[in-house]
Structure formats: C-alpha cells, structure tokens
C-alpha cells in the first residue's frame, strides 16, 4: 500500500459551544492535507491525481472558504437571523454562515472533509486528512 497527498489552505471562521476564548467568533488560515492510501494500479498509480487535486481544492473553496460553521442549536442564530432581517437582507441568516449537527471543532472538521473524500472516490482507499489550524494546532481524522 501506498499514498498520494494533496495539500490546501481555506480561511474559514467558527465558534464553539466549549468554555473559553473559543465561545467566541474567531478564524482561522487552515491548511488541509488529503492522504489516500491504496494500492498502485497497473497504470503506475494509485488514483487519478488531476481529478483528486481538482476535486480537493473545489471541495474546501465551495465549502469551506470564507464561511462561518456553527452549531445549530447555538443560542446566537436567532440573533444573526434578526439582523439579517433587519438589514434588508432576503435570506434567513447571514450569507457564508454553515449550520452542522455538532461542535464546528477542528476534528469534526477534518472527520467532514475526509468523509466527502471516502463518498466521492470510494471505499476501496484509505483517506487521512491533516487539519492545522494556523501555525500551531491542529487534528486528524481516518477513515
């Protein structure tokens, strides 16, 4: 068995329900490495390249990039919902925000992007994903 990485960064915000700092609105310059792991076929490679970086960068652009991820059951949606109202603005909440079902953590995030990769390109790879939040922290997911 062998592996393949691709590697992207995204700028993306959350807020956590955990106590401290992280309760606040903060970002991140996130940069995100895909692992898949499989054996070399007989054309000399283990999955197509091109289309895994294609599908990668689009994935965290479209996803990922510049938008806020909170909790949706966190207590600030129905105040964001109320200014967006009130700013004119046609859509329920804020443009860029994404609700999920748990705690935008930085794992939870890694165990999203590497679950998309195992729905998009199959079972028949291994993926890790590598998610640094800045310079310092970050969590991995496998699957």
């Known amino acids: 068995m062998q592996t393949v990485s691709v590697k992207h960064n995204f700028e993306m915000a959350h807020r956590l329900q955990l106590p401290g700092k992280c309760q606040n609105i903060h970002g991140h310059s996130w940069i995100c490495t895909l692992e898949v792991f499989g054996d070399v076929q007989e054309n000399g490679i ?22 806020l991820y909170l ?32 705690d935008p953590t930085t794992e939870n995030i890694a165990r999203r992007i590497g679950t998309a990769a195992r729905m998009t390109f199959g079972l028949k790879y291994r993926y890790r994903v590598v998610l640094e939040e800045g310079l310092h922290n970050g969590a991995s997911w496998e699957g």
Do not use: A, C, M
């Not at 949706?72 to 925000?97: F, I, V």
């Open 46 to 67: 283990i999955i197509d390249f091109h289309e895994l970086k294609n599908w990668f960068k689009k994935h965290l652009d479209d996803n990922f990039d510049h938008k």
């Open 71 to 102: 909790w949706g059951n966190d207590p600030w949606l129905g105040q964001l919902r109320d200014r967006s109202k009130y700013s004119g603005g046609t859509e329920l909440y804020p443009p860029g925000l994404i609700l999920v079902h748990e």
